[in-house]
């Protein structure tokens, strides 16, 4: 994809990006204060509620979704708990709303300071981000280089909402490593990748309105309607087993906590924010829910006539990459669920790689004016990063600018989630016009 001699050049371009803005920036915001409530600071970030309701479980044995268990996440996040007049001051509770067993992977730092835990945490995602994307480019075999994988991580490392994601230490970004690694391993067909295929795909329902629509395509259309029963029995073996073991010793841990988690989930869409759509067209607008279904039914299209026995390359990828994208659309997210649109955008980048000899038409023409306007509302909210981050002269420049470019950060969704059937339209359309040569 790129001539060896720029090995070097994109080595060193690679560690700069890393040093600068993962792990120096990482490694200081660990120790900065935010402004919480009036009169305090705290160092508030994505895990802070999963971390703080990890320590109150398992140092002082109280329940995470309990009303104490939110004093304690509320005083860490904000200062002290909140009351009824701070919504002006806030506009996330901030509450203990994922499943139990994402508490499993809390646990080994809740015995260091938080600022160690964030340091800790900060690598951890850093690792699981490119080991995910790395899954992806074996798995789909682009980039075919070494060189090109290296450029093409470097170029995904630079996406704004990546950054944020690793600067709020967002746990999204363990299902998105824990869907890569089933995603890579499912494709070998043993029984050890298939058993292990299971064991992550179960992990990734540590946060489920990022990882359901694949759990449910992986297990039903995949291997149940598919490969069936006989030879699914291994990944069902791992997916079931690991499920039901995290249910068991969660529920050892802290009986009923099911109850109280749905209970956490059902509260959550009152006050964790827009879904992606709701973002560009208004929250509980009827648009927005028109928009939802339709991308719902798009998704259940192309599931259906792509299921019949067919050549189409990459076909479950593009299904995958899709729901992973569908879901920033229909369900409450920010700006860091970027993330799961990747590999609708590495597909789509593959399939114009390998156009890139041949004469281009219409529909190749589609195809990348949505993967242009995918990656420009993307890259636009670094705009306001660096407003933010440099305030004065330079900040005023960086919003200025802003005001001048047309369109938001979140309306990618809404081109992400036409690009995957385009995508699929231009690859049977080719797959076409090959049979009738």
């Given at each position: 994809?790129?001539?060896?001699?720029?090995?070097?050049?994109?080595?060193?371009l690679?560690?700069?990006?890393?040093?600068?803005?993962?792990?120096?920036?990482?490694?200081?915001?660990?120790?900065?204060?935010?402004?919480?409530?009036?009169?305090?600071?705290?160092?508030?970030?994505?895990?802070?509620?999963?971390?703080?309701?990890?320590?109150?479980?398992f140092?002082?044995?109280?329940?995470?979704?309990?009303?104490?268990?939110?004093?304690?996440i509320?005083?860490?996040?904000?200062?002290?708990?909140?009351?009824?007049?701070?919504?002006?001051?806030?506009?996330?509770?901030?509450?203990?709303?994922?499943?139990?067993?994402?508490?499993?992977?809390?646990?080994?730092?809740?015995?260091?300071?938080?600022?160690?835990?964030?340091?800790?945490?900060?690598?951890?995602?850093?690792?699981?981000?490119?080991?995910?994307?790395?899954?992806?480019?074996?798995?789909?075999?682009?980039?075919?280089?070494?060189?090109?994988?290296?450029?093409?991580?470097?170029?995904?490392?630079?996406?704004?909402?990546?950054?944020?994601?690793?600067?709020?230490?967002?746990?999204?970004?363990?299902?998105?490593?824990?869907?890569?690694?089933?995603?890579?391993?499912?494709?070998?067909?043993?029984?050890?990748?298939?058993v292990?295929?299971?064991?992550?795909?179960?992990?990734?329902?540590?946060?489920?309105?990022?990882?359901?629509?694949?759990?449910?395509?992986?297990?039903?259309?995949?291997?149940?309607?598919?490969?069936?029963?006989?030879?699914?029995?291994?990944?069902?073996?791992?997916?079931?087993?690991?499920?039901?073991?995290?249910?068991g010793?969660?529920?050892?841990?802290?009986?009923g906590?099911?109850?109280?988690?749905?209970?956490?989930?059902?509260?959550?869409?009152?006050?964790?924010?827009?879904?992606?759509i709701?973002?560009?067209?208004?929250?509980?607008?009827?648009?927005?829910?028109?928009?939802?279904?339709?991308g719902?039914?798009?998704?259940?299209?192309?599931?259906?006539?792509?299921?019949?026995?067919?050549?189409?390359?990459?076909?479950?990828?593009?299904?995958?990459?899709?729901?992973?994208?569908?879901?920033?659309?229909?369900?409450?997210?920010?700006?860091?669920?970027?993330?799961?649109?990747?590999?609708?955008?590495?597909?789509?980048?593959?399939?114009?790689?390998?156009?890139?000899a041949?004469?281009w038409?219409?529909?190749?023409?589609?195809?990348?004016?949505?993967?242009?306007?995918?990656?420009?509302?993307?890259?636009?909210?670094?705009?306001?990063?660096?407003?933010?981050?440099?305030?004065?002269?330079?900040g005023?420049?960086?919003?200025?600018?802003?005001?001048?470019?047309?369109?938001?950060?979140?309306?990618?969704?809404?081109?992400?989630?036409?690009?995957?059937?385009?995508?699929?339209?231009?690859?049977?359309?080719?797959?076409?016009?090959?049979?009738?040569?």
């Amino acid at each position: 994809m790129f001539a060896g001699k720029r090995i070097p050049v994109l080595t060193v371009l690679f560690f700069v990006v890393v040093a600068g803005f993962y792990l120096w920036q990482g490694i200081t915001s660990a120790y900065k204060f935010y402004p919480g409530l009036p009169g305090y600071q705290v160092q508030a970030f994505d895990s802070t509620p999963r971390w703080a309701g990890t320590r109150a479980l398992f140092l002082q044995g109280i329940n995470p979704y309990s009303p104490a268990g939110d004093a304690i996440i509320q005083t860490l996040y904000f200062g002290r708990p909140l009351q009824p007049g701070d919504k002006e001051y806030t506009g996330d509770q901030q509450k203990f709303a994922y499943p139990l067993h994402v508490a499993l992977l809390y646990l080994p730092t809740v015995f260091t300071d938080f600022s160690t835990a964030l340091i800790i945490l900060l690598i951890s995602f850093y690792l699981a981000f490119i080991a995910g994307v790395l899954f992806w480019f074996r798995r789909l075999g682009f980039p075919a280089s070494k060189t090109g994988q290296l450029a093409g991580l470097t170029l995904l490392l630079t996406l704004p909402e990546v950054y944020v994601g690793f600067q709020s230490r967002q746990p999204a970004i363990w299902v998105w490593f824990f869907i890569a690694a089933c995603f890579y391993l499912m494709q070998r067909g043993d029984s050890t990748s298939d058993v292990l295929a299971g064991f992550v795909l179960a992990w990734s329902t540590i946060k489920p309105q990022n990882s359901i629509l694949v759990v449910l395509y992986i297990v039903l259309v995949v291997y149940v309607l598919e490969r069936g029963f006989r030879k699914s029995f291994w990944f069902l073996l791992g997916f079931l087993g690991t499920g039901l073991a995290l249910l068991g010793i969660t529920w050892l841990i802290l009986p009923g906590w099911v109850l109280d988690f749905l209970n956490a989930a059902r509260d959550y869409r009152g006050y964790a924010g827009n879904t992606g759509i709701e973002s560009v067209l208004g929250a509980n607008s009827p648009a927005a829910l028109v928009v939802s279904g339709i991308g719902v039914l798009l998704w259940v299209a192309m599931i259906w006539y792509t299921h019949k026995p067919t050549t189409l390359p990459d076909r479950h990828a593009l299904m995958i990459a899709y729901a992973l994208a569908l879901q920033v659309l229909i369900f409450p997210t920010h700006l860091y669920n970027f993330i799961f649109v990747i590999p609708l955008l590495l597909l789509t980048l593959k399939w114009v790689w390998e156009k890139r000899a041949v004469r281009w038409n219409g529909v190749t023409l589609v195809v990348l004016i949505l993967l242009f306007l995918t990656l420009y509302f993307a890259y636009l909210y670094w705009l306001g990063i660096l407003s933010e981050g440099f305030g004065g002269t330079i900040g005023n420049l960086m919003s200025t600018i802003r005001r001048w470019l047309p369109g938001s950060v979140y309306h990618f969704t809404i081109t992400a989630i036409l690009l995957g059937p385009a995508l699929l339209w231009a690859t049977l359309r080719e797959q076409r016009a090959e049979q009738t040569v």
